[in-house]
């Protein structure tokens, strides 16, 4: 009995020439599987426009892998490695997970089917190379962004309230750039960011997206130098995927006078001054002392950070306890958080950190990590083997040799600095009191909800608490107080 097959097509854009593409190997793979005897062709599967780093997004090839499990498809023709999947640990388990239902991939470049003893090895080696493909690609678009900057391009898409950029052209939209310069008079003539909020939103000025003004938005603004017709290029760039300020990582230039500003540059200049000024004015009047927990601790409610503050301070009940920001200011009806007292913290914080080191925990982050270290110090000793054995050629093996050893050097810094965090085995001792130095060394946060902390380390073990701030009340106390 023939076997039901399909094709698989990743099409890497939806431009015309890559939809002819697609016809091309639906009528590729009918003439194929249609001529050899024992498969049937029951369809063709394809993805538009979506990258091949994740399987994730491509339903068309999740739809194809329910197909192949339900038994409507037995076997699956695909014109490459890199059209099916360019992660490895992706690859291998979708091959693994296909090949215990009995379904077979063939890809016709490297003429490999996964049904086949061996195939792993073969499909490894193909997977790494389309991974290095796609890291020259990025590289490629870095590249590029970097010859854009340099010839003068700016992009700001729509985003930019008070105007809109088609064909490198700025066009004032007028009713926006009359909010634009209320905000600029507002803050020159003295208002708070909060308080230029307060007016925009009393007078019913709306954002772009039809939303309050919020101060983030406000103050970014004010820092904009596009509102007086000045481009600071590539000011944001995006590594591993997040997006950060470009400290010189990548090429910068700055444009002035590249368009019309809605506003002068002398009142932009002025109003960077007050944004400095005030700034420094009000690190002046607050009280920094760092502690130890100072900025590491969430809001499991929402989301802000705790701050320290001393209840009852200069008494002899003084106490010392860190509250939700957002609650402290603001006030229980924004949020129902619970504070905690310093010492308990303390207390918890020992009890985790012992937990911790005596237990050595890792992370699932850190296993993966092992695990792929472990995996490319297989594909070297099987490179070597190859090469050994005559199956692949000395230009093969010196091109792709050196981007393995030098995944491996990756890979190996990655796994020290997770696993380390530039602490020394000493470090890593039971401690039978608050050693403060140790919760940064250990600790990227802490969470708290509920009466529950969570304290994440920074290998990204969690470990949980809950906790009391001892009996309500304090009656005694308050009894003794109110008697002085």
Not at 32 to 38: E, H, Q, R, Y
Not at 62 to 72: K, Y
Not at 346 to 352: A, G, I, K, M
Request: proline share 1%; glycine share 8%.
């Amino acid at each position: 009995m023939k076997k039901k097959a399909a094709g698989y097509a990743r099409v890497s854009t939806k431009r015309s020439e890559q939809l002819a593409s697609y016809e091309q190997q639906l009528s590729h793979w009918q003439k194929v599987i249609g001529l050899d005897p024992n498969y049937e062709f029951v369809g063709m599967y394809a993805d538009y426009g979506i990258s091949g780093k994740f399987m994730a997004n491509r339903k068309q090839l999740i739809s194809l892998i329910d197909d192949c499990l339900s038994g409507e498809v037995e076997m699956i023709f695909v014109g490459a490695v890199s059209r099916f999947a360019r992660n490895l640990k992706e690859l291998l388990d979708t091959v693994h997970l296909l090949r215990e239902n009995n379904v077979g991939v063939y890809f016709e470049k490297e003429n490999i089917n996964s049904l086949d003893s061996g195939s792993d090895l073969y499909l490894t080696i193909a997977a790494a190379i389309a991974e290095n493909e796609l890291r020259d690609d990025r590289l490629r678009i870095l590249m590029a962004n970097d010859m854009r900057t340099k010839e003068g391009y700016v992009s700001v898409g729509n985003g930019l309230y008070g105007y809109l950029l088609k064909k490198q052209v700025f066009t004032i939209v007028e009713d926006e750039a009359e909010i634009v310069r209320k905000i600029f008079t507002y803050y020159l003539e003295g208002k708070s960011i909060g308080d230029v909020c307060k007016s925009l939103n009393e007078k019913g000025y709306k954002t772009r997206q039809g939303s309050l003004w919020s101060s983030t938005t406000v103050r970014k603004m004010l820092s904009n130098e596009k509102y007086c017709g000045d481009v600071q290029m590539r000011k944001y760039i995006k590594i591993n995927g997040q997006r950060i300020l470009n400290n010189g990582d990548r090429i910068s230039g700055y444009i002035e006078n590249n368009h019309k500003g809605i506003i002068s540059k002398e009142m932009f200049v002025e109003t960077q001054k007050q944004l400095q000024i005030r700034t420094q004015k009000k690190l002046i009047g607050q009280h920094n002392k760092e502690y130890p927990f100072t900025g590491k601790i969430e809001c499991g409610c929402c989301g802000k950070k705790y701050i320290h503050k001393v209840n009852n301070a200069g008494t002899p009940f003084a106490t010392e306890i860190w509250g939700c920001a957002r609650k402290v200011k603001q006030g229980a009806k924004y949020c129902s958080s619970n504070t905690i007292k310093e010492k308990v913290l303390h207390e918890l914080f020992v009890e985790v950190y012992n937990e911790f080191v005596v237990n050595k925990y890792e992370s699932e982050d850190i296993l993966q990590i092992r695990n792929e270290h472990k995996r490319l110090l297989g594909i070297e000793r099987q490179m070597i083997m190859l090469k050994t054995k005559g199956m692949i050629s000395q230009a093969g093996y010196d091109k792709e040799m050196p981007k393995i050893l030098k995944e491996l050097e990756i890979i190996k810094n990655k796994l020290a600095l997770l696993v380390h965090n530039n602490i020394r085995t000493k470090d890593r001792k039971p401690i039978g009191k608050f050693e403060e130095d140790k919760v940064d060394k250990f600790i990227e946060k802490v969470i708290i909800q509920n009466w529950k902390v969570t304290f994440v380390f920074r290998n990204g073990i969690k470990i949980e608490r809950n906790y009391t701030n001892g009996k309500p009340g304090n009656i005694r106390d308050w009894v003794i107080k109110n008697r002085r």
